[in-house]
């Protein structure tokens, strides 16, 4: 019964989800160069902003002329997490890292040009559009590498790229937030979802993505063929217990010299913060930077935070 109500509520998210593919009102923006949001505090509120202004990108993203330097040689580059949009996901963080001394790059991909929710297309092709993009980025800022940092599905994509598309020797440091590294099973729902008539082909309609993200399916056999990591890529994973949707065991890498496994109520016992709110915590985010610097790294300041309310500003 409780798997039922599950798959009732997936399934009538998914339907309620067939509006990413639909482009914003005309002239909800107008043309010329992205404009750029304030900075969020939470989720809901970077959300909320990007389905008002669709076209919003951070503040220190993709800056004309951005050049690194031998301080912080790769430039970093940010992969949204499905229904997310590089604003809704990077509102609070992208800012942080320039101000870091990082050039910072984001992207949309996977859904329609002009939704504010974006990362629902097929996986494969989402890796093949990380590629081209990473390859811009190297192209404008003369790197031989980037670093990459993704959110639930955009701490998956990149495996892919590293695995099958030649980014290992692209990719310095991969960090995933919440990441869903070996697929995920939502508590069972979804590899339900895949044997049951009727809800697969509901499933697909609206969020390709969904099914191959799915724990066991094609995608993730493909992208674990050879093992999940790469030599000479270094691998951190942040990983609440309190997430929600991904598990420790999903999000986690197999060990290895180059792989770091953080479980952030290891660092911060009170921090119990959720999937979509992770990349607005404070805590979660100072993990980041520092997995991203970690001759500067400072041990984030451990507060109380609760699942599915607003972290502390």
Same mark, same amino acid.
Request: include cysteine.
């Given at each position: 019964?409780?798997?039922?109500?599950?798959?009732? !509520?997936?399934?009538? @998210?998914?339907?309620?989800?067939?509006?990413?593919?639909?482009?914003?009102?005309?002239?909800?923006?107008?043309?010329?160069?992205?404009?750029?949001?304030?900075?969020?505090?939470?989720?809901?509120?970077?959300?909320?902003?990007?389905?008002?202004?669709? +076209? $919003?990108?951070? +503040?220190?993203?993709?800056?004309?002329?951005?050049?690194?330097?031998?301080?912080?040689?790769?430039?970093?580059?940010?992969?949204?997490?499905?229904?997310?949009?590089?604003?809704?996901?990077?509102?609070?963080?992208?800012?942080?890292?320039?101000?870091?001394? *990082?050039?910072?790059? @984001?992207?949309?991909?996977?859904?329609?040009?002009?939704?504010? *929710?974006?990362? !629902?297309?097929?996986?494969?092709?989402?890796?093949?559009?990380?590629?081209?993009?990473?390859?811009?980025? +190297?192209? $404008?800022?003369?790197?031989?590498?980037?670093?990459?940092?993704?959110?639930?599905?955009?701490?998956?994509?990149?495996?892919?790229?590293?695995?099958?598309?030649g980014g290992h020797a692209e990719v310095g440091?991969?960090?995933?937030?919440?990441?869903?590294?070996?697929?995920?099973? =939502?508590? @069972?729902?979804?590899?339900?979802?895949?044997?049951?008539?009727? =809800?697969?082909?509901?499933?697909?309609?609206?969020?390709?993505?969904?099914?191959?993200?799915?724990?066991?399916?094609?995608?993730?056999?493909?992208?674990?063929?050879?093992?999940?990591?790469?030599?000479?890529?270094?691998?951190?994973?942040?990983?609440?217990?309190?997430?929600?949707?991904?598990?420790?065991?999903?999000?986690? !890498?197999?060990?290895?010299?180059?792989?770091?496994?953080?479980?952030?109520?290891?660092?911060?016992?009170?921090? !119990?913060?959720?999937?979509?709110?992770a990349v607005y915590d404070d805590i979660t985010?100072?993990?980041?930077?520092?997995?991203?610097?970690?001759? @500067? $790294?400072?041990?984030?300041?451990?507060?109380?935070?609760?699942?599915?309310?607003?972290?502390?500003?």
């Amino acid at each position: 019964m409780r798997a039922a109500r599950l798959i009732g !509520l997936v399934a009538a @998210g998914l339907l309620s989800a067939a509006i990413a593919f639909l482009p914003a009102p005309a002239g909800a923006e107008p043309p010329g160069a992205p404009p750029t949001g304030p900075v969020q505090n939470n989720w809901a509120s970077a959300v909320l902003y990007s389905v008002a202004h669709p +076209r $919003a990108y951070p +503040r220190g993203v993709n800056e004309p002329g951005c050049r690194p330097d031998p301080a912080r040689p790769r430039p970093v580059v940010l992969v949204n997490g499905t229904l997310e949009n590089v604003y809704a996901n990077w509102s609070r963080l992208a800012p942080q890292l320039r101000s870091d001394g *990082f050039c910072v790059f @984001g992207f949309n991909y996977g859904g329609q040009d002009g939704s504010p *929710f974006q990362q !629902l297309g097929p996986m494969r092709e989402s890796g093949r559009q990380l590629a081209a993009f990473v390859d811009r980025v +190297r192209a $404008a800022t003369g790197a031989a590498r980037v670093d990459l940092v993704g959110h639930s599905q955009g701490g998956l994509l990149p495996l892919y790229y590293i695995n099958r598309l030649g980014g290992h020797a692209e990719v310095g440091r991969m960090v995933g937030i919440e990441p869903a590294s070996r697929g995920v099973h =939502l508590h @069972g729902v979804l590899p339900l979802m895949a044997r049951t008539p009727g =809800l697969a082909q509901v499933r697909d309609l609206v969020c390709q993505a969904c099914a191959d993200f799915t724990a066991g399916s094609p995608f993730m056999r493909e992208t674990a063929e050879g093992g999940y990591t790469r030599p000479g890529v270094e691998y951190t994973t942040i990983i609440s217990r309190t997430d929600g949707l991904v598990t420790v065991a999903e999000a986690r !890498l197999p060990p290895a010299d180059n792989v770091t496994g953080v479980v952030t109520q290891d660092v911060c016992p009170a921090d !119990l913060v959720d999937h979509a709110n992770a990349v607005y915590d404070d805590i979660t985010l100072r993990l980041v930077r520092n997995a991203l610097d970690p001759a @500067g $790294a400072r041990p984030p300041r451990c507060h109380v935070a609760l699942p599915l309310l607003p972290p502390q500003p």
